[in-house]
């Protein structure tokens, strides 16, 4: 069964950081998946930001992530990090992660399952 658990999200300055971090459930390995990041702003639907492949540790980014924001693992913990910098009010919305197909179009239909998310607010 898929389960992931986000994490790290609150209230951030403009041009601040946060680090989110996606945790793999008990004995769930996440470097056996493909995990992706989202972003969904209040009163709209998901959008990709980032994923990392699990075959080749390959990564893809969105145009608004590209720059600012960075997808790792820490494969030790069993979590996958989106360490976002240089944060603007656009970026206030809740983020999730899901395990999925990885690819450059980070179609939120590639990522069928979805925890509780975290919210990130930053302020102007």
């Known amino acids: 069964q898929v389960k992931v658990v986000e994490s790290g999200g609150g209230l951030a300055q403009p041009g601040g950081s946060l680090r989110l971090s996606c945790a793999g459930g008990s004995g769930f390995n996440l470097d056996n998946y493909a995990i992706g990041w989202f972003h969904q702003a209040p009163g709209r639907g998901r959008q990709g930001l980032a994923c990392?492949?699990?075959?080749?540790?390959?990564?893809h980014y969105s145009n608004s992530a590209k720059g600012r924001f960075t997808i790792s693992r820490d494969s030790a913990k069993n979590l996958v990090y989106l360490q976002m910098n240089g944060l603007n009010p656009e970026d206030t919305g809740v983020y999730y992660c899901?395990?999925?197909?990885?690819?450059?179009?980070?179609?939120?239909?590639?990522?069928?399952?979805w925890g509780q998310g975290t919210q990130v607010t930053v302020s102007s």
């Open positions: 899901s395990t999925g197909l990885c690819s450059s179009v980070l179609d939120p239909s590639d990522f069928p399952s």
């Open positions: 990392i492949s699990n075959y080749d540790g390959s990564t």
